[in-house]
């Protein structure tokens, strides 16, 4: 039976900007990858001083940040960059799980 929880992209926004790079970054990748197996997770970091810190993350490990500022044009640019971001991590994290030694490990035990 297969796992009915994959490919979420989990909303850990608090702010409107980190809503709006969310919303975009959610969009662009789903129409990018319309069957995804992975779930990813998008943190925010509100700064005091200028907007928002965006990363987002595979399996807790950050595949990409930026800083955001106020703005819904910046965020829709850095969703773009992020989308970018998450296919190059995509293709280079597939191949490495082909090469893997999981003899007596399965994929997701490492």
Do not use: C
Not at 59 to 87: F, H, M, N, T
Request: cysteine-free; hydrophobic content about 35%; proline content about 4%.
């Amino acid at each position: 039976m297969q796992n009915p929880y994959l490919g979420l992209i989990v909303d850990r926004t608090m702010t409107r900007l980190g809503e709006d790079f969310y919303f975009f970054f959610s969009q662009k990748l789903n129409d990018r990858y319309e069957d995804l197996n992975e779930n990813f997770e998008v943190r925010e970091r509100p700064t005091a001083l200028s907007g928002s810190i965006v990363g987002v993350y595979h399996s807790r490990k950050p595949i990409y940040r930026a800083a955001l500022s106020p703005g819904r044009r910046q965020a829709q640019e850095k969703a773009d960059e992020a989308v970018k971001a998450v296919s190059d991590y995509i293709i280079r994290w597939q191949a490495e799980r082909l090469f893997q030694d999981t003899f007596d490990l399965e994929h997701d035990e490492f």
